[in-house]
Nanobody, 120 residues
Framework: QVQLVESGGGLVQPGDSLRLSCAAS????????MAWHRQAPGKERELVAM???????NYADSVKGRFTISRDNALNTVYLQMNNLKPEDAAVYYC??????????????WGQGTQVTVSS
């Protein structure tokens, strides 16, 4: 069984920074893409940033230049450094990863979510 456990959310003021972490654990034979999504109240879940197994990254236009996604393959962990946070960044942030199982198939997993609140 595989688990994704997020940490690092919290309450910050506009302009502050936060770093989210997501660690994968369990029976893992490899991890392909890893990503962060977010969902604000009344809105659909949206992709924030993605990082491939080779380190290539993609970002939502709304976070380009402020957020940085990175990964530590030795720790099976993905990070999201969020700088210059804005009230519109407030949401529950979810970690997502495509993890290779025993027989080679890539299986999508989601974390439980971590709340980010941006308010003065």
């Amino acid at each position: 069984q595989v688990q994704l456990v997020e940490s690092g959310g919290g309450l910050v003021q506009p302009g502050d920074s936060l770093r989210l972490s997501c660690a994968a654990s369990g029976t893992i034979f490899g991890i392909d893409a890893m990503a962060w999504h977010r969902q604000a109240p009344g809105k659909e879940r949206e992709l924030v940033a993605m990082i491939g197994s080779g380190g290539g990254t993609n970002y939502a236009d709304s976070v380009k230049g402020r957020f940085t996604i990175s990964r530590d393959n030795a720790l099976n962990t993905v990070y999201l450094q969020m700088n210059n946070l804005k009230p519109e960044d407030a949401a529950v942030y979810y970690c997502h990863a495509w993890i290779r199982g025993r027989f080679g198939a890539l299986i999508p997993y989601w974390g439980q979510g971590t709340q980010v609140t941006v308010s003065s």
